[in-house]
């Protein structure tokens, strides 16, 4: 036999058992094979492992006046974090006095209302507020990622792009005053992050040149020709050595509108005297870095003559 319709508004969203009772659905009904519990009073119609159809999930558990927070708000805003956080315990803060905390949930002291936002209909912390939550979480590096997304343009929420390098530093100076775990940290990876990157790769890439030993790059700055035409906009620069560089990531390689615009724009820079390098994930990899870094160099030229320049 089938199992009898649910209700409607049963059938798009994971939904409490407190809630389907409420709407006549009986307890065998919640105890029939094709719904899943994912978590203790919790029913669901479809199974998921992506963090929004965890956090899912999850939602029917919340009380009033929590909301999803850490690292998981971040990944909610679609802000770079490595893939180790995929499978992570789903974080959750509020101003509750006892905390929700569930197997593959974790639950944090109350605090005072903090910034909050939503995404997909789902409580959470505000990108930045989320940037802070973190900082005892995240290393040194995924910090600086997460502060390169939110002063570019990497997420797809409005919220969590654009954010003026001020704002960002001025929040960094607001968890130092109050001694938050990670507020260290974060202070130092506030002064890497730089405005206009866009992609993780490319903050990867640049921090490895700086710890290099090299000059640090300009990022995505649009450079023109001796005749003012424009030539593009390299992911990084240097304009008085006139050496471009470019990510490559697969995107570049499968496109071939993008590819194409790809050997047009190197063309340009070339035809005005730059240099123009481009660089893979392997080329982040020995023996590659080295080769990389020596031609960098040959194309910088000598640090003295650099200052003469």
Do not use: C
């Amino acid at each position: 036999m089938r199992p009898r319709p649910l209700p409607r508004e049963l059938l798009t969203l994971p939904f409490s058992r407190r809630r389907a009772l409420e709407l006549g659905v009986t307890p065998d009904r919640l105890r029939a094979g094709d719904l899943l519990v994912p978590h203790r009073g919790v029913r669901s119609t479809t199974s998921t492992s992506s963090i929004a159809g965890r956090a899912a999930d999850a939602l029917p558990l919340l009380q009033q006046g929590e909301w999803f927070s850490h690292v998981t708000a971040l990944q909610l805003w679609g802000l770079p974090l490595s893939t180790r956080w995929e499978s992570a315990d789903l974080h959750v803060a509020g101003t509750v006095r006892r905390q929700l905390r569930r197997p593959g949930i974790v639950g944090h002291r109350p605090v005072r209302q903090p910034p909050r936002g939503s995404v997909r209909g789902m409580p959470v912390s505000s990108p930045v507020q989320a940037w802070v939550e973190s900082a005892r979480l995240l290393g040194l590096d995924e910090l600086i990622q997460v502060g390169d997304a939110l002063a570019g343009r990497w997420s797809p929420h409005a919220a969590a792009r654009r954010v003026p390098l001020a704002v960002l530093a001025d929040t960094v100076r607001i968890a130092r005053a109050r001694r938050r775990p990670g507020a260290v940290l974060l202070g130092e990876a506030m002064t890497h992050v730089r405005e206009r990157v866009d992609s993780p790769r490319e903050t990867v890439l640049r921090l490895a040149i700086v710890r290099a030993g090299r000059p640090e790059p300009e990022v995505n700055v649009r450079r023109r020709a001796g005749d003012g035409s424009v030539l593009g906009r390299p992911d990084l620069s240097y304009p008085d050595e006139k050496v471009a560089v470019d990510f490559e990531g697969d995107a570049h390689r499968t496109d071939r509108r993008q590819w194409e615009a790809d050997v047009d724009r190197r063309e340009r820079f070339v035809d005005d005297g730059w240099a123009y390098l481009r660089v893979t994930d392997r080329h982040l990899r020995p023996p590659q870095w080295g080769r990389f870094l020596a031609r960098l160099d040959r194309e910088l030229g000598a640090p003295g003559d650099r200052r003469r320049r």
